[in-house]
């Protein structure tokens, strides 16, 4: 069993949507919770963490981290086109040198439609 | 601009032509990493770097070397390429100092990746 996983998609939207996107994972060592956004031919790009359980709120976009079930959710709203990526969930023990490792999921390819 | 680069972005090569992948950062981050990614398993740490002359295996080192001569390269090393290698890499670095129990996150930079086919 994988340490983190992720429903792959593809998840395919209408613009304006409220996406939901979500992670479960085993590892209860796991202090910080990530979302990278990864467009086509690109590397991914942090786009919010959270620190233990707990929401954090950024613009469109919400995290939120159950450490009690183990889960973790991104939300978008009113999405748009240029949301069309792929969401990797990544989390990290926060521990000195190697420890930083981030362990990932599999991505979910998001498209958002006109 | 602050970035992380790879070179090349593009290769194709035949099983056991040694090669070179470079990675090269501009933040004087301390922290380098590989990663391989792979449909249906994700992002997957190779090696890293927490210094200087101080490297350590990550969950899939075999067949991969690296070195860290200087703080801003990181080289990727594939002595004798095979198939199962033909991969997405991408190289990451994050300054050090590492998070712990603060909350606050050192984020991981990556680079563009590069596409690696071994026939």
């Known amino acids: 069993q994988k340490e983190v996983e992720q429903d792959p998609g593809p998840l395919s939207v209408p613009e304006g949507a409220i996406v939901s996107l979500n992670c479960t994972y085993s590892?209860?060592?796991?202090?910080?919770f990530m979302w990278y956004r990864q467009y086509s031919r690109k590397g991914p790009e942090l786009l919010m963490y959270?620190?233990?359980?707990g929401n954090k709120e950024d613009g469109r976009f919400t995290a939120q981290v159950d450490k009690s079930s183990k889960y973790i959710s991104l939300f978008i709203r009113d999405s748009q086109p240029s949301d069309s990526a792929t969401y990797l969930c990544a989390m990290s023990k926060g521990l000195t040198g190697g420890g930083n490792k981030l362990t990932f999921g599999t991505g979910t390819q998001l498209k958002v439609e006109l | 601009e602050a970035q992380v680069t790879q070179n090349p972005r593009y290769l194709i090569t035949v099983t056991g032509k040694k090669l070179t992948v470079t990675c090269s950062q501009n933040?004087?981050?301390?922290?380098m990493s590989w990663y391989r990614q792979d449909p249906g398993l994700g992002l997957r740490q190779i090696y890293y770097s927490m210094n200087v002359e101080v490297t350590d295996k990550g969950d899939v080192p075999e067949g991969y070397k690296v070195s860290r001569k200087e703080k801003r390269n990181f080289p990727l090393i594939l002595e004798s390429p095979s198939p199962n290698q033909t991969s997405l890499y991408f190289c990451a670095s994050t300054a050090g100092g590492q998070a712990g129990t603060s909350g606050v996150y050192n984020e991981q930079f990556f680079g563009p990746g590069t596409r690696l086919t071994v026939l």
């Open positions: 933040m004087n981050h301390e922290y």
């Open positions: 590892n209860s060592a796991f202090q910080y």
């Open positions: 959270t620190y233990s359980s």
